[in-house]
């Protein structure tokens, strides 16, 4: 019913910049929170940033600063702009939102299936 699919990830050079993007479709009657997820080889999959529908936001200490996080409501699209990107910045970055599908009334998570980000001269 609902599908999360990232766009933007990529091969980049430390130092370097990238610009993730996440488009939600289907049966959506309202999107709440929205997010960026990341997880390195051999690591847990962990916060990176956090968007309300007003539109305040939550980042990873390790991404502070770099990292901006931003939504378009009218599109169902949530925004991942990558700046002075490290080699530890590598991982697979997973879109989730919390959705309330058409006719139900909970906001389940729903996650997309990543998108690449490598971070390596």
């Known amino acids: 019913q609902v599908q999360l699919v990232e766009s933007g990830g990529g091969l980049v050079q430390p130092g370097g910049s990238l610009r993730l993007s996440c488009v939600a479709s289907g049966s959506i009657f309202r999107i709440n929170a929205m997010g960026w997820y990341r997880q390195a080889p051999g690591k847990q999959r962990e916060l990176v940033a956090t968007?309300?529908?007003?539109?305040?936001?939550n980042y990873a200490d390790s991404v502070k600063g770099r990292f901006t996080i931003s939504r378009d409501n009218a599109e169902n699209m949530v925004y991942l702009e990558m700046n002075s990107l490290k080699p530890e910045d590598t991982a697979v970055y997973y879109c989730?939102?919390?959705?309330?599908?058409?006719?139900?009334?909970?906001?389940?998570?729903?996650w997309g299936k990543g998108t690449l980000v490598t971070v390596s001269s």
């Open positions: 968007i309300t529908s007003g539109g305040s936001t």
């Open positions: 989730n939102a919390k959705i309330v599908v058409r006719g139900t009334y909970n906001a389940p998570d729903y």
